[in-house]
């Protein structure tokens, strides 16, 4: 099973709200990413956690918050974003693999409108 | 620095035919993982192969195969018997840094699609 989850699918939200996106993943992984991709475009890294800890952070907005409170779960919050925060959220985890490939597996995403 | 490099906007191809994407990359590391992800209009970046820097063979998974040419720094997907729902974004990207944490740097992507 390769299967990364995130809720919600869909998120509107205005700029004094806080919200949070969810991960979640069974697959005994122990790196997680977030990304945030805009439409046709690639994917940005924003946040790596391994072991539970923070490990990079891509010079993101204080506004982006994550958390790893366990080894299947990470969480974003977000607070007072801007519109230009409007994009896909990806979520990501990998493993060790032969030869150390470390795929990364997705989630779905959550699409998130800043209004 | 790394860099990916897809010179591909956008392709067409009919359905059943086969058909490459271009991916080049450049690095001075001599330790580097290549990957393709396939993206649908739904969003979830789906996995569809790997290729190490070391790896003798070329890498296979069904109809995708990887044309790894290291000398020109070229990592191409070629998918075979194309289907309508290859319909999607292409990425490749390129795996920086060693251990479980390496970052994943993305080429710009390759839009294909597959005429019926």
Not at chain 1, 93 to 112: A, D, H, K, N, V
Not at chain 2, 30 to 55: A, H, N, R, V
């Amino acid at each position: 099973d390769t299967e990364v989850t995130q809720t919600p699918k869909h998120l509107v939200m205005g700029m004094t709200n806080k919200k949070s996106l969810k991960c979640e993943q069974h697959m005994g992984h122990r790196a997680m990413y977030w990304y945030k991709q805009k439409a046709k475009k690639p994917p940005e890294l924003m946040f790596v956690y391994s072991y539970e800890k923070l490990s990079i952070n891509e010079s993101v907005p204080s506004r982006f918050s994550p958390e790893c409170p366990n080894s299947s779960l990470l969480n974003l919050h977000l607070h007072a974003l801007q519109p230009e925060d409007s994009a896909l959220y990806l979520c990501a985890s990998s493993r060790p693999g032969r030869g150390g490939r470390y795929e990364q597996y997705f989630g779905p995403g959550t699409r998130l409108t800043v209004t | 620095a790394q860099k990916i490099t897809q010179t591909q906007p956008g392709m067409f191809v009919q359905e059943k035919e086969a058909v490459t994407l271009d991916c080049t990359y450049d690095t001075s590391d001599p330790s580097y993982g290549l990957f393709w992800y396939k993206q649908p209009s739904s969003g979830e970046m789906i996995f569809l192969i790997y290729q190490g820097s070391y790896d003798q063979q070329n890498a296979t998974e069904g109809r995708y195969s990887l044309n790894f040419q290291k000398a020109r720094k070229s990592a191409n997907l070629v998918i075979s018997a194309s289907q309508l729902g290859d319909s999607a974004m292409y990425f490749c990207a390129m795996r920086e840094g060693s251990g479980n944490t390496g970052k994943l740097i993305f080429g710009q992507g390759t839009t294909l699609q597959v005429k019926p």
